[in-house]
């Protein structure tokens, strides 16, 4: 019930949220508890590898049930489900997500093209979250954050680390998994021949998953969430039957009292094997890297209603099991299948397969998502991003990655071929996400929240101490496999930096050799600028004075479009932009000169959209601009560089009338008005099958508040429009300035200039029309 106007709310909308929830739980289960749904299948294995000496009681058995249990209480439930989801970035989870919200709340972005108005975007705070108090510490933990750019290095360092470490878990998850799964033909098989069946039908079964992605989340949740199902029901009933039927007074394990009894008597053997008692945590980080994709609520509700219960019983079944057959560890080493009744191992290892499948997926799409971010905030090359989903933008696919991630994939399995060196590279991989994604929270707790720094400091304690342990557990087997997410890791470390650091030197060197207006205004009689027909957009990175390529351009060529407009193009350290304040235009110089600056603002997680309908937006926005600088001001900004006004959309905007198509006579395509080309080439017949262009026309209303130099200037900009757009793009090449280091000389001259060259273009020019684009090259001596 409404509290103002006592009217019972709409019961039908909390229905349909609530009816939404549950839809995307149950496809999360497919998507997001693969991984952590398939770790019985290896975590006992890897746990009485070596580390841990025969015996004939159940002291080691029941000291490890109580670890599983305990490790999978504290770090998915109570850190993750409870507290880490939280920390969305407005719906958007990953490491990167958090460094983002840091971002919001510190002025700790290492791009210099922010500005001030990015901050009022209404999504860049949270509502309810008001500023710190001045003399608070989180107020001059910020201060010293702002002030250090040493600090502020380590802190994109550290999210980076995560990011990396995410994606070679990316590529281990996977083969673990399948691996593992496949194992299950040692029972049916002489050892001998197990192993020649195992790689091959792992190999086969990770192409096809890799074949997959490219349905899009959506359909592959729908798909997978049924064969979770099953598995999550399959292996919670066989654990209830090794319960009852083996030792019902097994759930004594769960007391921590065994957690303590285990370490002291194993001493180094037990501390050795928590790299094994880990993996049954691996894909707690999927939860939030996938966060995009589904909501916190149906998160939640499919963990703490299905995942974590399943999951206990299958432990306590094996454990249960086990206890009772101490002589299996010494032939199949305390496998998953050897706690399957035998009447139903060869059903329950075709669902294993299928469900070691399912559970590559959270991790594949949290890779997906995770790159996407970083790419958007110039923090890895530019990548071909596919959106799978019309209604869930984080819903992407990746072509380029996913590709990669199954080369490797198949390399390290080959590679490998043992689940105990695969186990030791995916914990270490898992483990380090976690680590930082503790320390980035720590931070989110006094600087985004608000709260306590003890409660910061006490979250460290408890979490970070629980995964330091395990961090040097698996440290320890460094050449046992642990060297591989390492290698992985620093490899696209060093591929991240260096994009980074390339894409900060070429705007270092745009702000320092950017021209004034004045430049501009001096130059023109000298060299007999002409102006032509239609609208010219620079595209620069500019967010203030005119790109050093302009300059370039114009004093070789020295012509320009009766309307100029410098669009820059940038993504903002929040998900999404409304498109009310996507665009921010402004006006370059006098009134009569025409020129415009327009940036445009995108979230890391929104689409570019495509040329005809931007340019529809781009035209409609200068407009609105122009008409309300003529209502509010009556006067021209001239000289105002930084004088920006917020506009939205054209769908907005009242100058707005319709959409049309434009034909010829002959029912055909007619490209002059769009094309600004001469009339000849109106009699050249298209093809029916080419569909209409799309052209925006607006009327200029009839009202005494437009005074006649606003409407003038509106004209001339629908007749701009109607001769052409054309795009006028910077081609830059970066050298390192003579007499630089070495170092920085390979970094730019080779890592920089390579990885540019290998990358996409952005979205934006990948869209343009090749006949409506110029490109202009000029060499950076950076």
Same mark, same amino acid.
């Given at each position: 019930m409404d509290l103002e106007t006592g009217i019972p709310q709409n019961s039908a909308a909390k229905k349909e949220s609530w009816k939404t929830a549950l839809i995307l739980a149950y496809q999360s289960l497919g998507v997001v508890y693969g991984d952590l749904s398939t770790s019985p299948l290896y975590v006992?294995?890897?746990?009485?590898?070596?580390?841990?000496? @025969?015996?004939?009681? +159940?002291?080691?058995?029941? =000291?490890?049930? &109580?670890?599983?249990?305990?490790?999978?209480t504290l770090v998915p439930l109570i850190k993750y489900v409870f507290i880490v989801l939280k920390a969305d970035d407005n719906g958007e989870g990953g490491t990167f997500a958090l460094y983002s919200l840091l971002c919001r709340y510190a002025r700790v972005n290492a791009m210099p093209n922010c500005q001030v108005a990015d901050e009022e975007l209404s999504e860049y705070k949270k509502d309810g979250v008001g500023l710190a108090p001045e003399r608070s510490f989180a107020s001059r933990l910020k201060s010293t954050l702002e002030k250090h750019k040493v600090l502020q290095r380590i802190l994109l360092v550290l999210a980076l680390i995560g990011t990396c470490m995410m994606i070679g878990d990316g590529v281990l998850t996977p083969a673990l998994s399948v691996f593992s799964a496949v194992s299950g033909f040692e029972l049916s098989m002489s050892k001998e021949h197990h192993r020649y069946v195992e790689v091959p039908a792992a190999c086969i079964i990770l192409i096809g998953l890799f074949a997959l992605q490219h349905y899009g989340t959506h359909k592959v949740g729908f798909l997978f969430a049924p064969i979770v199902m099953t598995w999550l029901f399959c292996i919670s009933a066989i654990g209830v039957y090794n319960i009852f039927h083996w030792n019902p007074h097994v759930y004594k394990a769960l007391s921590p009292y065994y957690v303590f009894h285990f370490l002291r008597k194993t001493q180094k053997g037990g501390w050795l094997s928590l790299g094994g008692i880990l993996l049954c945590i691996t894909g707690s980080e999927a939860m939030f890297a996938d966060l995009g994709h589904f909501s916190q609520l149906s998160i939640k509700i499919?963990?703490?209603?299905?995942?974590? !219960?399943?999951?206990?019983?299958?432990?306590?079944?094996?454990?249960?099991?086990l206890s009772q057959h101490h002589e299996v560890r010494e032939v199949y080493h305390f496998g998953f299948y050897v706690s399957v009744p035998e009447k139903l191992r060869w059903?329950?290892?075709?669902i294993a397969i299928l469900a070691a499948v399912v559970g590559s997926q959270?991790?594949?799409? #949290?890779?997906?998502?995770?790159?996407?971010?970083?790419?958007?905030?110039?923090?890895? !090359?530019?990548?071909?991003?596919i959106h799978t989903s019309?209604?869930?933008?984080?819903?992407?696919?990746?072509?380029?990655?996913?590709?990669?991630?199954?080369?490797?994939?198949?390399?390290?399995?080959?590679?490998?071929?043992?689940?105990?060196? $695969? =186990? +030791?590279?995916?914990? $270490?991989? *898992?483990? &380090?996400?976690?680590?930082?994604?503790?320390?980035?929270?720590?931070?989110?707790?006094? $600087?985004?929240?608000?709260?306590?720094? %003890?409660?910061a400091l006490g979250f460290v304690f408890v979490f970070g101490t629980i995964e330091a342990l395990f961090f040097s557990a698996s440290l320890v087997k460094f050449l046992e496999g642990a060297w591989v997410p390492i290698a992985l890791g620093l490899i696209f470390l060093t591929v991240m930096y260096v994009w980074h650091y390339g894409t900060l030197k070429k705007y270092e060197f745009d702000v320092q050799n950017k021209v004034s207006i004045n430049w501009l205004?001096?130059?023109?009689? &000298?060299?007999?600028?002409?102006?032509?027909? #239609?609208? #010219?957009?620079?595209?620069?990175?500019?967010?203030?004075?005119?790109?050093?390529?302009?300059? @370039? %351009? *114009?004093?070789?060529?020295?012509?320009? @479009?009766?309307?100029?407009? %410098?669009?820059?193009i940038k993504h903002v350290p929040v998900p999404h932009v409304r498109p009310e304040e996507r665009f921010l235009v402004g006006r370059i110089g006098p009134r009569n000169f025409r020129l415009y600056r327009c940036i445009v603002r995108y979230g890391y997680r929104d689409v570019h959209k495509d040329d005809i309908e931007f340019e529809n937006d781009l035209v409609c926005s200068i407009a609105e601009f122009i008409r309300t600088e003529g209502e509010e001001l009556k006067a021209a900004q001239e000289e105002d560089d930084?004088?920006?006004?917020?506009? =939205?959309?054209?769908?907005? @905007?009242p100058i707005l009338v319709s959409e049309e198509d434009t034909f010829d006579g002959n029912n055909n395509i007619n490209h002059a008005d769009a094309t600004g080309s001469s009339s000849e080439l109106t009699e050249i017949k298209s093809p029916k099958v080419i569909q209409p262009r799309k052209r925006v026309r %607006?009327?200029? !209303?009839?009202? !005494?508040?437009?005074?006649?130099?606003?409407?003038?200037?509106?004209?001339?900009?629908?007749?701009?429009?109607?001769? =052409? *757009?054309?795009y006028i793009i910077g081609q830059s090449y970066m050298r390192a300035k003579a007499g630089s280091s070495l170092m920085k000389k390979l970094v730019i001259n080779c890592g920089y200039e390579f990885l540019r060259r290998n990358s996409r273009s952005p979205s934006y020019v990948v869209s343009v029309p090749h006949a409506s684009s110029l490109e202009v090259g000029m060499m950076y001596q950076v």
């Open positions: 006992y294995r890897s746990t009485f590898a070596e580390d841990i000496g @025969h015996t004939e009681t +159940n002291d080691e058995i029941y =000291g490890v049930l &109580s670890l599983v249990f305990w490790t999978f499919a963990f703490t209603a299905m995942v974590y !219960p399943s999951l206990i019983l299958a432990y306590m079944g094996q454990a249960a099991y059903p329950v290892l075709v959270a991790i594949i799409t #949290g890779t997906f998502s995770i790159i996407k971010q970083c790419s958007a905030l110039s923090c890895f !090359p530019k990548v071909k991003v019309s209604k869930i933008h984080g819903q992407i696919y990746i072509p380029e990655i996913n590709w990669l991630l199954m080369i490797l994939c198949l390399a390290v399995t080959i590679g490998f071929r043992d689940t105990k060196r $695969l =186990g +030791n590279a995916s914990g $270490l991989a *898992v483990i &380090s996400v976690m680590l930082v994604t503790t320390c980035l929270m720590s931070l989110v707790i006094v $600087l985004c929240w608000h709260q306590n720094v %003890f409660l205004l001096s130059l023109g009689p &000298s060299i007999g600028i002409v102006r032509v027909r #239609g609208i #010219g957009l620079i595209h620069t990175e500019l967010v203030s004075g005119i790109p050093a390529i302009f300059s @370039h %351009f *114009v004093t070789n060529l020295p012509a320009f @479009h009766q309307v100029l407009v %410098f669009l820059c930084n004088k920006m006004t917020v506009v =939205g959309t054209y769908s907005s @905007h %607006f009327i200029v !209303p009839e009202s !005494p508040k437009i005074d006649d130099g606003v409407r003038e200037e509106l004209q001339e900009l629908m007749e701009a429009r109607e001769s =052409g *757009v054309a």
